[in-house]
């Protein structure tokens, strides 16, 4: 049986919130899910905008935590230049 591979897309809210998503991914990483954060490749050789689109284009999932920070970046209710990374992967994810 294949292992699901599941890319999970959060926003950076605070380092508490990055450490619940980090014990998320651990959870299920530990039920046999592959689970890929960017806390797990903090410098990607290929650089941040490639990373997520390979992960976006080719895992079998995307779980998206949806805090209101990340719907206000996703929908770009934002402050100009905050949360890049979210703005990257919605406009991946809706394409």
Excluded at 13 to 27: F, Q
Excluded at 33 to 42: A, S
Excluded at 54 to 81: P, S, W
Aim: glycine letters at 6%.
């Amino acid at each position: 049986m294949k292992v699901p591979k599941v890319f999970i897309s959060y926003s950076h809210d605070s380092d508490e919130h990055a450490k619940r998503v980090r014990d998320l991914s651990g959870r299920l990483r530990n039920q046999g899910v592959d689970c890929i954060i960017d806390q797990y490749d903090p410098f990607p050789p290929a650089g941040w905008p490639l990373w997520m689109t390979d992960h976006i284009d080719n895992d079998d999932f995307v779980l998206i935590v949806c805090t209101k920070t990340y719907y206000c970046r996703a929908m770009n209710k934002e402050v100009q230049g905050k949360g890049r990374g979210v703005k990257w992967e919605v406009n991946l994810i809706y394409s």
